[in-house]
């Protein structure tokens, strides 16, 4: 009842106050400027003639390596590993945390052996660790005041040198949404997954089998060399506003960039004005980088999110949709079948792409969903897998991964993490992983067929099929997609939970 509650309140606000806080966050959007001799001195540099890099924040670096984690079982298996080789210090950033998450469930040892604070916690015996969460809502919404409050002390309590603060610093109904973790200055990790269950638990496979609750797909970034400095950086500045200047001595190590690693990459990031000492006006990089990215596009633009809201970058996908070309152009976004709190915006803003399309065949929006056997008189039952990624990629060549929807919070009023990266290689590789998780099929059928082919011919045939196959519910599904659809999707794993409990009749 209470979340039947929330969301109740959530809509009432949002149709009450939305439109005079859109048109607030907006400003702030369209009044972010740079000083000019920042931009000057952007133009004597290396990158200064790339306008998709951001000029205000930390500058891009040219020496990282850079690896894709695709679906919270790779990113946590990292994760784990980098933990228990960690010998200086360990910094977390994040949203919420749930202490009992296990890092690994291949088996119940695993699962026991692998919990969040007991790993933590063995850290914690030998080097720092440092733990920066939001503090939580003051009423109604998750999580609450009362649970961070709750796990705060759960960490700190662990033992050995370890620390938890809360950030209460975010404005009335927002919230601070990084997900970022740096160890020893050596390697961090970026990108949209939580170490929470909250909602919906974050360990899942690429092949999402059916499970209670929601299915998750998710995307993190791991980070070697200097741009692990900037995340770091970030994490330094916030604990400082939070801990005070004189709780601000962290231990810290510089990078040291292997000489073959150069892939550029920058961290940019959402800082809402007026809420940090280190950037009273704000910083909107991750904006910066969407909408440039996506106005510039020649061939494709693939994205990943959870929501599709921001009026910015609504008007950047429609302005690349009617800009002139000499050759095809397409769009292809995967969004959630139900995103929490946000179906009617995504299915607004879906509507009016498929508008402005017009028939074109430029822009095609899926879902993906998984199968399993009925427990109802269905032989079959077909579940949203839930969209949480965020990710970009223009043209195989740009790409971003981080913890910023494409919604107002993301861009404008929530703080945020993304990197930004500008390689080929990493961008194509990244595109042909998630379409093969996606289409079902082997890395090497995407990597050797045009994208503009599969999106036209594969993607519909895919989605067509599976659309045939959830109708007669006669047998699972050979791959992910579905068409995104206006209004009811099907699947909802929470009713039909709820009817496996009903007595044999």
């Not at 950086?233 to 200047?245: D, E, H, K, L, T």
């Not at 970009?392 to 740009?398: F, K, S």
């Not at 890395?443 to 067509?464: F, I, K, T, Y």
Request: charged share 25%; hydrophobic share 40%.
């Amino acid at each position: 009842m209470a979340n039947v509650a929330a969301n109740l309140m959530r809509r009432m606000l949002h149709r009450s106050f939305g439109p005079l806080v859109r048109r607030r966050r907006h400003g702030d959007l369209r009044r972010a400027r740079f000083d000019a001799d920042l931009v000057r001195r952007a133009r004597d540099t290396w990158w200064g003639d790339d306008a998709r890099w951001f000029p205000g924040g930390t500058p891009p670096r040219r020496r990282n390596r850079v690896t894709p984690l695709v679906d919270g079982a790779a990113y946590l298996a990292d994760l784990r590993q980098a933990l228990c080789e960690a010998q200086h210090y360990v910094y977390i950033a994040g949203w919420f945390c749930t202490p009992e998450m296990p890092l690994d469930q291949s088996s119940v040892e695993a699962m026991d052996e692998t919990s969040l604070l007991r790993v933590l916690g063995e850290v914690a015996r030998r080097v720092p660790v440092r733990v920066l969460l939001w503090n939580g809502a003051n009423f109604l919404f998750r999580p609450t005041k009362s649970m961070t409050e709750k796990v705060c002390g759960t960490i700190t309590q662990q033992g050995g040198d370890i620390r938890c603060l809360l950030d209460g610093t975010a404005h009335l109904t927002h919230c601070h949404h990084q997900k970022a973790i740096v160890i020893d200055g050596r390697v961090a990790f970026v990108g949209g997954i939580d170490l929470t269950t909250l909602q919906g638990d974050r360990w899942d496979t690429p092949c999402h089998p059916l499970r209670v609750g929601p299915n998750w797909h998710d995307v993190q970034l791991r980070l070697e060399g200097e741009v692990v400095a900037d995340v770091e950086a970030n994490f330094r500045q916030r604990w400082a506003a939070v801990a005070g200047a004189g709780a601000a001595e962290l231990p810290h190590r510089d990078p040291i960039p292997d000489p073959g690693w150069d892939t550029p990459a920058q961290i940019v990031r959402t800082i809402p004005r007026r809420t940090y000492p280190f950037a009273p006006d704000g910083e909107y990089g991750i904006y910066h980088a969407y909408v440039r990215a996506l106005r510039s596009a020649e061939r494709l633009i693939y994205l990943e999110n959870q929501y599709l809201w921001c009026p910015e970058i609504m008007d950047a996908l429609i302005a690349a949709m009617n800009r002139r070309r000499d050759g095809p152009f397409r769009i292809a976004i995967v969004l959630p079948a139900r995103a929490y709190d946000g179906k009617w915006d995504n299915d607004r803003h879906v509507a009016r792409l498929r508008e402005v399309d017009g028939g074109r065949g430029i822009v095609s929006v899926y879902s993906p969903y998984t199968s399993g056997p009925g427990s109802d008189a269905a032989a079959f039952i077909y579940r949203p897998i839930y969209v949480h990624a965020k990710v970009a990629i223009v043209d195989d060549a740009w790409l971003t991964v981080g913890s910023a929807n494409l919604n107002n919070r993301g861009l404008a009023t929530d703080s945020e993490i993304n990197a930004v990266v500008r390689d080929a290689g990493l961008a194509r590789g990244l595109r042909e992983q998630l379409w093969a998780e996606h289409l079902g099929c082997s890395r090497e059928e995407v990597a050797s067929a045009d994208p503009h082919e599969l999106l036209d011919h594969l993607w519909p045939a895919r989605a067509e099929e599976n659309a045939a196959i959830m109708r007669r519910a006669d047998r699972p599904l050979p791959s992910a997609v579905l068409r995104y659809e206006v209004g009811r999707m099907p699947g909802a794993w929470l009713l039909e939970e709820a009817q496996a409990l009903t007595v044999e009749r």
